[in-house]
């Protein structure tokens, strides 16, 4: 905020100005502190925070690198596999009926880039030995479905239903075709509410500081000179917490390890708000404190089922949030809060997908998580209730279609 | 001298003394910024014992970040404690209810004047007028924040700190004046 001259000026002159406080305002003080708890500064904090910060940038620069080799990877092997694979059909290609084929390549091929060389000389001889719709067109959703055609199918799909009729169709390599169809590198985008806010309130334990002034009351009066071992509670002094629900915003990376497995990953931002009141007899203070997180987890994701562009899958995992920014407001003034530690979570979902389009698919997706304790001091939603229930609502991209 | 961190260190110890140290350091400070806000002498002693009753119970909350930032800490609570004050105890004019003050051409010159002198000036501004030009040009807030903070406009806090100036200005031009006599 810049100030003028003269605002500048008036700033210096009573900036460090200080003026005699009354002489018995540190009796007032000192009695009204008898009645309030004196905790410890924190020991732990600014020393790991260079650190977390890197960690935290290493791990979404390794999540951006792995994506994109792996979009890379993709791309590249799918422009290979095409290029040889047009050699090899244009090698052959003395039919007039293959030159109908080899038009049609790109869209086919482009679906076969994880295959291997082998079984890609496979396909390409199902291509140029088999009849021009039978090759291509059962390569898309086609195998466990019904032959019925749906009005709900796309309409790319409809030549194949008339093939699986066929039992040429049928063959080994044919069906490996399917399979790898099946396979998608998925991108995606999602929103996540944790189910509930939680509150609760916690009695106030005596300071040390002051434990031992009673100790030493009890020594020299002579009544009990033994040692205060027990957590002392203070009458009309409580902390009430309210933990709002989380909310949480993440990109996701999917990777298909088989026909119905497949490797999650990706990025998530989740922020966690909590209300503090600390009540001190007839003193209140509030705090507001607000956690955001940065997390990259790590899921397998089994699909059960698919029909008609509907799937359910079953998701399981962990992840790993890193405190990236703390926020604390005490009666309306900013305070600093050290950073929480890492946390862990293990989390497992059922998930409903719905493909709106081939490329682009729905989901929901309840789930329940499991946060073990970091061992931190900083009060949270995940250490008040380590096991809660979720709702994740998102959108799919399957890069590959 | 000790410095913040070995204070923060002692209180951290559960070094009781440590905070009868951190309040003769600071009080003399402290008193200074509320005599800002609240002028009356009886009014502020609650002001200031309120907000280091405050701060020496919410101080396992502060997060030392370098020797100053305990004293800028202490400052904006004792701010903010007295904002409060002025609140529950004194009804904040609107801007429309304030007479305009005359046009000032030309700042005075300040650096004559005790500071002792100049607080009790600023202590005679009309309470918001003095709320806000404490704010913006001691706790360096921009009137957007002071605005989210009063409950006012952007606008409105804007325009209570040029008054003020220039009311402030004034005071200090006929205060100059009656030294010259």
């Known amino acids: ?401 | 001298m000790e410095t913040e961190r070995q204070l923060l260190e002692a209180i951290r110890g559960g070094e009781r003394a440590a905070l009868r140290r951190l309040y003769d350091r600071y009080s003399g400070y402290a008193m200074a910024i509320g005599l800002r806000y609240v002028p009356e002498r009886d009014e502020v002693r609650d002001v200031i014992q309120d907000s280091f009753v405050r701060i020496l119970t919410t101080i396992s909350q502060f997060d030392y970040r370098g020797e100053g930032s305990l004293k800028s800490w202490v400052s904006r609570i004792v701010s903010n404690r007295a904002v409060d004050y002025l609140r529950q105890h004194q009804r904040f004019m609107t801007v429309e209810t304030i007479p305009e003050e005359p046009d000032i051409a030309d700042e005075p010159d300040i650096s004559g004047i005790p500071p002792d002198v100049l607080t009790a000036m600023i202590g005679r501004l009309p309470p918001n007028y003095r709320t806000v030009l404490n704010l913006y040009v001691f706790e360096q807030q921009p009137h957007r924040e002071i605005a989210r903070m009063l409950g006012i406009k952007e606008s409105t806090s804007s325009s209570l700190f040029f008054r003020a100036k220039k009311m402030l200005a004034k005071n200090i031009k006929d205060y100059l004046k009656s030294q010259e006599t």
């Not at chain 1, 810049?2 to 009796?27: F, G, I, N, S, V």
């Not at chain 1, 071992?229 to 009430?240: C, K």
């Open chain 1, 1 to 401: 905020m810049k100030q003028d001259q003269w605002t500048q000026q008036l700033h210096d002159k009573l900036a460090e100005h200080e003026m005699a406080a009354p002489d018995d305002l540190w009796a007032d003080i000192e009695a009204a502190l008898e009645q309030v708890p004196v905790s410890p500064l924190h020991s732990e904090k600014s020393r790991f925070v260079a650190l977390r910060r890197w960690t935290a940038a290493a791990a979404v620069a390794a999540l951006l690198l792995g994506g994109g080799y792996l979009w890379f990877r993709q791309s590249t092997t799918a422009l290979q596999t095409n290029s040889k694979e047009t050699a090899n059909i244009e090698e052959t290609a003395d039919k007039p009926k293959q030159e109908t084929v080899v038009e049609e390549q790109p869209k086919l091929l482009a679906k076969l880039e994880t295959r291997e060389k082998t079984k890609t000389n496979t396909i390409t001889k199902a291509v140029t030995e088999t009849p021009l719709t039978e090759s291509i067109a059962p390569a898309d959703e086609v195998s466990e479905e019904e032959p019925q055609v749906t009005p709900a199918t796309p309409a790319e799909e409809k030549p194949e239903r008339h093939i699986t009729a066929d039992d040429s169709y049928r063959r080994p390599q044919d069906i490996t075709i399917r399979r790898e169809k099946k396979q998608h590198v998925t991108f995606g985008l999602y929103a996540m509410n944790g189910l509930g806010s939680q509150s609760n309130s916690n009695p106030v334990q005596m300071a040390d500081a002051l434990v031992k002034r009673y100790e030493n009351l009890y020594a020299n009066s002579n009544i009990q000179a033994a040692r205060i071992s027990e957590p002392v509670y203070l009458t009309g002094f409580e902390e009430r917490q309210h933990h709002h629900r989380p909310i949480a915003y993440g990109l996701t990376l999917g990777y298909p390890l088989s026909e119905k497995l497949s490797l999650n990953t990706g990025i998530v931002y989740t922020k966690l708000f909590s209300e503090f009141t600390q009540v001190m007899r007839s003193m209140q203070i509030q705090r507001e404190q607000t956690l955001h997180y940065v997390g990259v987890p790590l899921n397998l994701t089994y699909r059960i089922w698919a029909s008609h562009g509907f799937k359910t899958y079953l998701s399981a995992g962990t992840a790993a949030y890193w405190n990236v920014r703390t926020r604390l407001v005490t009666e309306g003034v900013n305070q600093q809060l050290g950073k929480d530690r890492l946390q862990w979570s293990l989390n497992g979902s059922l998930g409903l997908q719905y493909d709106v389009v081939p490329q682009i698919g729905i989901y929901v997706e309840p789930g329940l998580s499991y946060y073990p304790d970091n061992g931190s001091r900083l009060q949270n939603y995940f250490k008040d209730k380590p096991t809660t229930l979720n709702l994740q609502l998102g959108l799919r991209v399957n890069i590959n279609r």
